[in-house]
């Protein structure tokens, strides 16, 4: 009888070993999905701040994005403008994906910047060409949100 005491004792013990461990799972779960949306907060930060220096570290970059129309640019320059602009429509892709799953948190995606930014580089005459190579629901959130 002591032994069959014992081994209810134990397996009583295992249980409660086995409830305390997937708490503890639980809890570094939880800790690791507000880890990961610390990181993707940062990484939008870093990636505006990256997209700053890069045009306010270059005066031919600079002249490039902020010049209206196609006055003077060469065939090259042209090239280089549509580059630098898909890198950061694609960036601001991202972002948007980002924001749709949740991995800002309470941090809304800069909207306001992208309409800002979107006037001054005059990516009107751009958007024809840049939105093919966009997923059509960023396209559609671009249209309605930042365009129009």
């Known amino acids: 009888m002591n032994i069959e005491k014992l081994t209810h004792w134990l397996a009583l013990v295992?249980?409660?070993?086995?409830?305390?461990?997937?708490?503890?799972l639980a809890y570094e779960l939880q800790q690791n999905n507000e880890?990961?949306?610390q990181?993707?907060?940062?990484?939008?930060v870093q990636n505006q701040k990256d997209w700053t220096q890069f045009i306010?570290?270059?005066k031919e970059v600079s002249n490039l994005l902020y010049v209206k129309g196609n006055q003077n640019l060469s065939d090259i320059e042209k090239n280089?403008?549509?580059?630098i602009l898909l890198g950061n429509v694609f960036t601001w892709?991202?972002?948007?994906?980002?924001?749709r799953a949740g991995m800002f948190g309470e941090t809304e995606l800069p909207v306001d910047a992208f309409r800002a930014l979107w006037r001054d580089f005059d990516l009107e005459r751009n958007w024809p060409e840049l939105k093919v190579t966009l997923k059509p629901e960023f396209v559609t959130f671009m249209e309605n949100e930042v365009i129009n």
Not at 39 to 44: C, G, L, Q, V
Not at 80 to 83: L, Q, S, T
Not at 93 to 99: A, C, F, L, R
């Open 80 to 83: 280089r403008r549509f580059g």
């Open 14 to 24: 295992a249980n409660f070993g086995v409830v305390a461990g997937v708490v503890f």
């Open 93 to 99: 892709q991202w972002e948007w994906e980002q924001s």
């Open 35 to 37: 880890l990961l949306v």
């Open 56 to 58: 306010n570290g270059s």
């Open 39 to 44: 990181e993707s907060r940062f990484s939008m």
